[in-house]
Antibody
Framework: QVQLVESGGGVVQPGRSLRLSCAAS????????MHWVRQAPGKGLEWVAV????????HYAESAKGRFTSSRDNSKNTLYLQMNSLRGEDTAVYYC???????????WGNGATVTVSS | ELVMTQSPATLSVSPGERATLSCRAS??????LAWYQQKPGQAPRLLIY???TRATGVPARFSGSGSGTEFTLTISSLQSEDFAVYYC??????????FGGGTTVEI
């Protein structure tokens, strides 16, 4: 079945880095763009980034620009989010989600929890 | 930046009743709007896209309407499993893609 599984979350000190992974299965990963969406504790959904199907086009939220980089390895059916210079306000559950274009998200992973704290 | 506003923040409804959730965009998003359902501890689930098209497997009691700046999600007869948080999301003007703040449907 179609599935997305995030990994790589954890507790990290402010200013440090973390890389999340999103492993895809059950569909042709290389034909879909992929989003990252996060949700701070008790808050709503916030879009973070999108990567085109071949990785050639990427767009980021202002909160992520210059600190976060999303990439993908279609040979491994895996999406990545490299997060640098982490801040307390980056504490959230990070979801990867599939998209047909750069539009709505039809399949979501279960999320990876990132806690930024000293 | 395009802002999505949902109302009410919380909707108290009894099982079997009708629920009407609203989403307003600060500028036109045409019909490029989706609705998601999120239950506690779970990932969001796509309900509606294109403002009114139900996603695969979504029960017919869920319906979406609207275009431009005003949108509505209607749940015709609330079931126990429908009590959750609902988010709208526009994908007409990006980046950024933007979500509304959510409406909690509670008993």
């Amino acid at each position: 079945q179609v599935q997305l599984v995030e990994s790589g979350g954890g507790v990290v000190q402010p200013g440090r880095s973390l890389r999340l992974s999103c492993a895809a299965s059950g569909f042709t990963f290389s034909t879909y763009a992929m989003h990252w969406v996060r949700q701070a504790p008790g808050k709503g959904l916030e879009w973070v980034a999108v990567v085109s199907h071949d990785g050639s086009n990427k767009h980021y939220a202002e909160s992520a620009k210059g600190r976060f980089t999303s990439s993908r390895d279609n040979s491994k059916n895996t999406l990545y989010l490299q997060m640098n210079s982490l801040r307390g306000e980056d504490t959230a559950v990070y979801y990867c989600a599939r998209t047909r274009g750069i539009d709505y998200m039809d399949v979501w992973g279960n999320g990876a929890t990132v806690t930024v704290s000293s | 930046e395009l802002v999505m506003t949902q109302s009410p923040a919380t909707l108290s409804v009894s099982p079997g009743e009708r629920a009407t959730l609203s989403c307003r965009a600060s500028q036109s998003v045409s019909s490029n709007l989706a609705w998601y359902q999120q239950k506690p501890g779970q990932a969001p689930r796509l309900l509606i896209y294109g403002a009114s098209t139900r996603a695969t497997g979504v029960p017919a009691r869920f319906s979406g309407s609207g275009s431009g700046t005003e949108f509505t999600l209607t749940i015709s007869s609330l079931q126990s499993e429908d009590f959750a948080v609902y988010y709208c999301q526009q994908y007409n003007n990006w980046p950024p893609l933007s979500f509304g703040g959510g409406t909690t449907v509670e008993i």
